[in-house]
Every structure is written in C-alpha cells, then in structure tokens.
C-alpha cells in the first residue's frame, strides 16, 4: 500500500484541480461583460418608462443628479458609521427642524428599529433578544384599525403583540404597563377619522407612549406636519418622492427615540444587522434632503401638466377618446394624473390589453393599468416620475395603440360555453411552489357560469369567486390588508369530473403550479 505524505497528496490534488480551474476561466472569458452604459440590457433585462409613479417592483424613482454625485463620493472614503449617523442626524435636525434625525436601509427598517427604540429603548441586553419578547417590560403596539396594511409586517417584526382598536374608547383601553408604541398610517383614513394623529396623539401623550406615522409616500413637509400633530416619531421612503437612494429611508422625530433607533440598527449586531445602510445611501439621502429643501415644487408642477397637456392633445386625435386631468391634495404622492377614456367595442381595444401591449412592447411602459368598466375603458398616466422626452414617447406609443390595436385585443364577444361539470363541492387542492409544496381546501357552488365559497389555506380562509367556461375553470381569493397582510391567489386551469390542474398566479409573490381532487368522504 503506497504512503502519501501530506505535502504530496496537496501537491496531487492542486495538479487534479489546475484542469477545472484553467477550464472555468476560460469559460469566463467567453462571458460578454457587462456593458457600462446599458447595464440592464447587457444582462437581458429591458428598462421601462415610469408612467406609474413611486412603485418599489419598478425600482421607485430616478436619484437626482446632486444624490448620484453624493453617492459616488462618498464611495470614495471610509468613514466609522456612528460618527457618521451622528454627523447626519444633527444635519437632517437642521433641515427638517426636527429633533433628530437617521438614515434605515429603506422606510420599514426605519419602522423596524423605531419599534424597536421604543420597546427596548436602546439597551443592548435586551436588544440581543429582539424578536423574543418574552420578559420585555413593554411588548405591545397599539393600531387604528383604519391603520392596519401590509407594512405593519415591519412593526410586527420585532416580535410586538398587537392591539387593534376601532374607537376612541377602544383606544383608551388599549393602553396599559406593556403598550411600547402607537403605529399609524398616514393618509385619508387616518386624517378623516376620529382616531385621527391629534386625537390619538394627545390621548398617548398622557399615557407617556410615543406615536410612531408611517408617511412612506409623502412628500416632506417642514415644519413636520405629523411632529406638529403631536406625532413622536415619523418615517419616510428615501426613493419615492424625495429621490434619494431606493434602499434608503428617513426616520425624523424625538433625539433620543432616534438615537436608540440607530442603536437598534445594523452595523450593530442582532436581529437588525440585515438591515444594513452603507456610508454611500446615507449620504445621498442627506442629499436628497438637502435638494428637497432647494428643488423648485412649482416648476416641477409644471413641468409635470405640461407633459399631460401634450399626451392629451396627441391621443385625443383618434376619434372618440376623451381625456381628463386629477390633481390631489394629498401629501401621499401629490402628483396630477391624466386619464385617457374610450368605448372600447368602437376602438376595438379594452384597457387591460392597452396596458399590457405597452408593458410588453418597446419601448416598454409601465402605467397605473387599465380599466374596463360595462362600455367604458380607460387608462391612466402620471408623471410623477417620468423624464424629459418621456412624454413625447408615451404619446406615441398610447395613439398608435388606440388607433391601431394589436391583433386579438379586440374585446371578448363570444358567450361562456355551458359548464363541462359541476364542480359543487369541495377539493383537496396541492400547491407546488418554487421549493415547496401545501395543501389548501377549496369549497366551491356553481351557479350556471359562476362560482363562489371559500379558499382554505395553510392558515386563513378567504372567500372565493370565479366562472367554468366548458371545461375551462377560473378562481380568485383575497385576504385584504384590512388584517394587516395581503394574499390575492388567481387559480387558471382545466377541469374533468374529478380533477383540476393549472396554474396559480399570486401576484407579487409570482406563481406556482396547483392540482386539485374532489374529496373522498369515505376516507375523511
């Protein structure tokens, strides 16, 4: 039996290795290089004209020219973090005349580490436990029900019980010796209701429990508007309206609340270190701070109803279409917004096909969507984020496609075919998902064409409604974020007298194949 030292058996396995690795660099220099100037389109990803406004999935906003240039320099240096956030947070206090001021990695860490703040309030034994709450002497949050949405997941985060309340007495008794914080939604809801910012502020004033708005979308007003209203704490999205960094956020509000924020905010370890914001977003968010207090709002306006007008009178030009301009006064993306109606049986387009052909097409445009109501489609734009000459484009391309509608977007005529089966009943459905599978139960009536009952799944049970079209079967649940969370699962497919199959599309979180089989009740 041959002995090999250890040298040699190293000496053996990088001679073994050399091939593979001489083969993957080779392999790597066949790969085309990113392209500088179209870094998206050298990957086979295809931009798009923002007709939509400030959506996260279509990446918010453009950073301006003054936070690219923020950003880049501040690329260039190190910088130890906690000076920095406290070098950043007296300036934004100068800006906003707010307190305090910090940068979060977007405005839900900032909703995050504000929970945070106010429920351990910067003490690291108990920062280190964060999201088990278990001994914290404060672990509650109060909400509005008008209040509750999908980003109190970030409020929810670290671990908080929360009391929801729909009045003013609701309100007073939710308040005791575990209430950390109050969360609220800015917004119309919030401002119209009795549970309005004042009301509650002053309520949780008395108690000694801070109020944490959520203004995400809003334009930045100063003197604070929320921090007048008796609001302790307010947080902002960096890449919508401000047009700082997209993966940056704004947190405003009493100094030390903010501070221990910061402490509960990565590089510091424990459960925040995900949510790490790095020298380059913080700066070019007190840049876009800084240029929010200079930009020219009404120049902006302008400029903004100017493109509109010019939409307008290009697509008013294919006979029968109107045209009309909104303008809110809303804080949440305060921006004129124009809508384009038709009869779509006279164009021969509805506005879902326009909406799709635009986003499909290039050059590529993405819009609020279409609407098609009985004899009445429409479309909408908004400025909001769009960029000289962009306005020129979607003109364009909304004329030609009003004008000549692509082939087969011509609204559906045909009647629904008499169902193949009746599905009453219920059924054990299987969800396959990208690395996973469950089981849901469905429910369902048939009524003719239409379907209705109930979606069970892994946790909550949602109502459910769809058509059979001949053997061809369509179904739609939701559960709202009246609960705090939203689920919208759209189940495509075919159907005999005893299975189903299709696909299952779940709207932000993509989609997933689904298979279904009528209940056996002999087996339970």
Known sequence: METVSRRELFRRSALLTLPALLTHEAAAADVTPIDGKNVYTSIGVRPLINARGTFTIISGSLMLPEVRAAVDAAAQQHVHLDELMAAIGARLAELTKAEWGMVSSGCAAGLTHATAACVAGGNPDLHVRIPNLSGFP??????????????????RAVGVRIVEVGSGEELEAAFGPKTAMVYILAGPNADNSPLNTKAIAAMARQKQVPVLVDAAAEILTIPNVHLDNGATLVAYS??????????????????????????????????????KVGKEEAIGMLMAVEMWTKRDHKAERARWMSWLDAIATQVKRVDGVATAVAETTELSNRTPTL???????????????????????????????????????????TPYQMSPGDEKIVAERIHATLSRPPA???????????PGVDVSGQWDVRVDYVASTSTHTLHLRQIGNRLEGTHQGDFVSRDLSGTIDGNRVQLSSSYTERHGDALSFRFTGTVTAAEMSGTLDMGEYLAAKWSARRHDFRRG
């Open 138 to 155: 404060k672990d509650e949050v109060i909400i509005p029900r008008h209040s509750r949405n999908v980003y109190d997941a970030a409020v």
């Open 238 to 275: 960096g890449g919508k309206c401000l047009r700082g960094p997209q993966s940056a956020g704004l947190l405003l509000g009493r100094k030390d609340l903010v501070q221990a924020a910061w402490v509960h905010s990565a590089p510091h370890h424990g459960f925040s270190r995900s949510m």
């Open 339 to 381: 809508t384009i109606r038709w009869d779509p049986k006279r164009l021969g387009i509805t506005g879902a096909a326009v909406a799709k052909h635009l986003m499909d097409t290039e050059p590529r445009i993405a819009t609020p969507g279409g609407r098609d109501r009985e004899g009445e489609s429409s479309i909408s734009v």
């Open 408 to 418: 087969g977007a011509a609204p559906a005529a045909a009647p629904a075919e008499a």
